[in-house]
């Protein structure tokens, strides 16, 4: 898939991620969003739309947590942690 980050052979562990991701990419626009806002009552919404984002963003990680402590996939964890910091690693 385009765009999908591919970690070792774990594949659920890659899906978990790549939705960790995604989840704080929108939570980073929303948060972005907020020193744009003009109204007060337009940064109420975008300000409940960020927790929204945070909240789904930090269920994400804590599934992808809750998957490395059971599978083991702990460690791959470092790589994982890098690629997140946006280093690749081509192999
Ligand atoms: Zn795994």
């Keep these: 898939m385009e765009g999908m980050a591919q970690f070792a052979n774990c594949s659920d562990l890659t899906v ?3 939705r960790m991701h ?7 626009e929303a948060v972005a969003e907020l020193s744009h806002i003009g109204g ?3 940064l109420n ?3 409940e739309r ?4 945070r909240i789904a963003f930090e269920a994400a990680r804590d599934r992808l947590n809750a998957h490395i402590a059971q599978h083991g996939c702990v460690a791959l964890k470092s790589g994982l942690m890098a690629s997140f910091a946006g280093e690749k690693e081509d192999s």
């Design 16 to 18: 978990l991620l790549n």
């Design 22 to 28: 995604t989840d704080l990419e929108v939570y980073c």
């Design 40 to 42: 007060a009552r337009t």
């Design 45 to 47: 919404v975008a300000y």
């Design 50 to 53: 960020s927790e929204r984002a």
